[in-house]
């Protein structure tokens, strides 16, 4: 296990150029960076598929600079973006701990937004929309 944080990039500062990750040990119940153990990995993108591991308690959400719900989800629109300029969120951040069939459904149609927002169009299937609900019996 490890933590991480971003890197701004060299060339844009507002873009992602790295993450920082430095290993971790489970020391009464927490996780405890190992000293020795950082290193830098490049990146241009960088999806995060954390499950729901408390997202208030994640530096990253802070840096990318979203906020956060009552629940403790990223806030996000109906297009599943967040505040921050090219960020999306689904599944767990964004609606909470729930069920991994939401996380597919919503993963499927957050890529169909991020493919309109990087291409112009879609294509791609948007099975549901933020807002959708489980069915009820």
């Known amino acids: 296990m490890s933590t991480a944080a971003f ?24 996780p405890e960076p190992v000293a020795g153990t950082e290193r830098e990995i490049r990146a241009d993108l960088v999806l995060l598929a954390m499950g729901f591991t408390a997202v208030a308690d994640s530096p990253l959400f802070e840096q990318l600079g979203v906020t956060l719900t009552e629940r403790g ?3 996000r629109d109906d297009t599943w973006r967040a505040e921050a300029d090219g960020v999306f969120v ?4 964004g609606r909470g701990q729930s069920l991994i069939v939401w996380a597919i459904a919503e ?5 169909a937004a991020v493919d309109a927002y990087l291409m112009g169009e879609t294509r ?3 099975p549901v929309v ?6 009820s019996a």
């Open 7 to 30: 890197l701004p990039s060299a060339s844009d500062p507002g873009r992602v150029g790295a993450l920082l990750v430095q290993e971790v040990r489970w020391e009464q119940g927490r």
């Open 73 to 75: 989800a990223v806030a």
């Open 90 to 93: 689904a599944g767990d951040a």
């Open 107 to 111: 993963g499927r149609a957050c890529a």
């Open 124 to 126: 791609l299937p948007a």
């Open 130 to 135: 933020p807002t959708s609900r489980p069915l």
